[in-house]
């Protein structure tokens, strides 16, 4: 076993460095008071320092309102990175060298001064390319994205023209734009300060080593991409299910909903890597095409195929492993008689060479009663003869779900006999799982995702046309919904699986949803 287990380590295919390609640089991040910089991306780029994988050398610089110091920063930052840091517990000796680079800029971003301040910070930084490799990452409302970006390109932070080896980019959090109006007239603000080249637009799923591995798994393993095709495959869902509600989020919550929250970004971005063609390369750019390609063969949606294929919910109060759960109409910020979708489910159309026929289900709640995230892709049944003629449905058809987090593993669903003197078939599974077969440290997706902007690598970020593209989709729906009032079909419990609306959206179709379960 040993021997076997040596030589799969031997076999590893590297297709990247791990380190040593990015460039000295200076990461400035706008909104460092926010949640974010002190749960995600302080974090991400602490432990990237600890694995070496930061450059050398490098600088961090806070830019908020409030006033504090460099040190008093650095405390509130290491005491976040002490509560939120995943499964490793933090180094002092490290955190002491990480730390030495980190600097706080107070000022109101609306204010010319901030930039100027920013600029003699910079310009204390002796090597020139701490001085002019500069990653803007834009941690704050979307309306300020475009106000900021205007203002670096004012103080000459932010360069069009900047000559190589030099370089200046900006990482764009979500929401972009709430709608396509809005994204596109977001896009056009940036792209007057900046090139596309330089706009980095986040989905932190794609930072996710299991959404990354669709590609792997697809395109490196013969037997799995033959069956790829509307000859094998009855039918996908994609299920996104969190155990938790809007907590504090009512108010931003209350303005987007699972559609915009959810659909328009991370679940559009797992069907696009499961359903596009083959890119021509490996380039950002080839990829980034398939995904647009793929996205724009989704069929439009019209007025009368909204009814029937998108349905929306939203929990009411119920109960979760004995304790008592609120409904979304209770929470903080919540409108008392809000409309506002906590649930979505859609059956999707790809009128494609491969896919015709085939449809695609996504769903995705919140206050479910599991957090998982998972791509089920279910095969024809076997012709209606031998076992299938005497068992009928009884006779499960063959699955592949690829669990994209928790207990991220991919799972193929098959029959077997029952052992024993008795003729009895029932599904069995065979089960690859990440933990057990790496066990090492999964990086967050933060990490992976600063570490590609330092690099200038555009692939796990979301182009220009196809972020327009998915809210071109979401619109369409939205508009179908036009502010009609929920139906009773359309709540449920909290805890529970969505509502009855959803169930009804395969019934129709002869199908059943699949949940996710706890994988012992
Ligand atoms: C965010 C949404 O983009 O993704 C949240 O705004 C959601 O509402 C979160 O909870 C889910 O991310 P993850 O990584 O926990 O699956």
Known sequence: MDGVEHLDELMVCRLSQDTGSVEPCTIVI????GDLTARKLIPALYHLHGQKLLPDPVRVIGVARREKTDESWRAELLEALQRFSRNQSVDAAQWDTFAANVHYCRGDIDDPKVYRGLSERLAGFGDERLRRNLLFYLAVSPSQFAPVTEQLHQAQLLRRDEEAPFWQRL??????????????????????????????RIDHYLGKETVQNILMFR??????????????????QITVSEELGVGQRGGYYEEA?????????????????????????????????????????????TPAGIARQVVRGQYFAGQHQ??????????????????????????????????????????????????????????RPTPHVLFAAQCGSALDANALTLRLQPQEGISLRFNGKVPGTSTAVR????????????????????????????????????????VETAWGIVDAIRAGWSDAPLTNREFYAAGTWGPVAADDLLTQDGRSWRNPTPIA
């Open 30 to 33: 706008f909104g460092a008071s």
């Open 171 to 200: 990482v764009v959090e979500k929401p972009f734009g709430h709608d396509l109006a809005s994204a596109q007239a977001l896009n056009h603000e940036l792209i007057r300060f900046a090139h596309e080249q330089q706009v980095f």
């Open 219 to 236: 395109f490196s393993n013969a037997i799995f991409e033959q069956l790829w095709t509307r000859q094998s495959i009855d039918h996908v």
């Open 257 to 301: 909903g699972a559609l915009r929250d959810m659909v328009q970004n991370h679940l559009l971005q797992v069907l696009a890597l499961i359903a596009m063609e083959p890119p021509v390369s490996l380039e950002a750019e080839s990829i980034r095409d398939e995904k647009v390609k793929l996205l724009k063969s989704i069929r439009p949606f």
């Open 322 to 379: 004995g304790q008592a759960l609120a409904g979304y109409r209770q929470e903080e910020r919540v409108k008392p008689d809000s409309d506002v979708e906590t649930f979505a489910a859609l059956k999707l159309s790809i009128d494609n060479w491969r896919w015709s026929g085939v449809p695609f289900y996504l769903r995705t709640g919140k206050r479910l009663p599991l957090s998982a995230s998972e791509v089920r892709v279910q095969f």
């Open 427 to 466: 599904p069995v599974r065979m089960h690859f799982s990440y933990d057990t077969e790496f066990g090492a440290y999964t990086p967050e997706a933060y990490e992976r995702l600063l570490l590609e902007a330092m690099e200038g690598d555009a692939t796990l970020f979301i182009r220009r046309d196809e």
